[in-house]
């Protein structure tokens, strides 16, 4: 089974460009979220749905960050304008609302970003 | 200036030989417990879970044990293999449900 899947791998850009990173949950999850990982951070939480809709973006770092999900099956989240301070991986993971532990998340590989 | 990373801890182990990871945590609140285990570029993966109702839980060579009176959780890995060599994580639901908080982590080395 395809696990989730995160595009690009890989990203280097200016300060001040535009980013997006996308995500593809695992067909028949309800749950999606969005982590951060860095050094001085650690894993955070940056924002989750279920069914689509945004539950908790409390760990948005600001206004230049923004998340959607336009249908079950695709989720995007936006940099504009990054900064070199946003470099970081960036993880989507998924999960189902049923049937497993609940704190049980399938985490896709991440998108490496680095902000130049 | 120049920012400075989280050091982690790092446990070195010879093959064959047991594991144990600690991990404290801070909200007497929380009432659901797992590890991670993260690969070099990977994402984190699913290891083990315990509710707090429980003070130990068993899975396939990996064993965790939960001392809620001083707030303290590690996961025991039994004849570690070179495979074990990852970053473990322990996280909890003190965010919420759904909400998987995590801790900063453990790397563990495995000698060969």
């Known amino acids: 089974d395809a696990g989730v899947i995160q595009s690009p791998r890989h990203e280097v850009t200016e300060m001040g460009q535009e980013v997006t990173l996308r995500c593809k949950p695992i067909?028949?999850?309800?749950?999606l979220f969005w982590y951060r990982q860095t050094m001085m951070r650690g894993l955070e939480l940056l924002i989750y749905?279920?069914?689509?809709?945004?539950?908790?973006d409390s760990g948005m770092p600001e206004d230049r960050f923004s998340a959607k999900m336009p249908n079950a099956s695709f989720s995007t989240l936006k940099i504009q304008p990054s900064e070199p301070r946003d470099s970081a991986v960036y993880f989507c993971?998924?999960?189902?609302?049923?049937?497993?532990?609940?704190?049980?998340?399938?985490f896709g590989e991440g998108s490496r970003l680095t902000v130049l | 200036g120049e920012s400075v990373g989280l050091h982690l801890p790092t446990l070195s182990v010879q093959e064959g030989d047991n594991s144990i990871i600690n991990c404290a945590y801070s909200?007497?609140?929380?009432?659901?417990f797992i590890w991670y285990k993260q690969e070099s570029g990977k994402g984190p993966q699913f290891i083990i879970d315990i509710r707090s109702n429980m003070d130990k839980r068993q899975g396939q060579r990996v064993t965790v044990l939960l001392n809620k009176t001083v707030k303290h959780l590690s996961l025991q890995i039994a004849a570690t293999q070179p495979g074990d060599s990852a970053v473990y994580f322990c996280?909890?639901?003190?965010?919420?449900?759904?909400?998987?908080?995590f801790g900063t982590g453990t790397k563990l080395q495995v000698i060969p």
């Open positions: 067909s028949g999850h309800d749950y």
């Open positions: 749905f279920n069914n689509n809709v945004p539950i908790d």
């Open positions: 993971a998924s999960s189902p609302s049923t049937g497993l532990a609940h704190g049980e998340l399938f």
């Open positions: 996280a909890d639901d003190s965010g919420g449900y759904q909400k998987v908080t």
């Open positions: 909200n007497s609140a929380s009432d659901y």
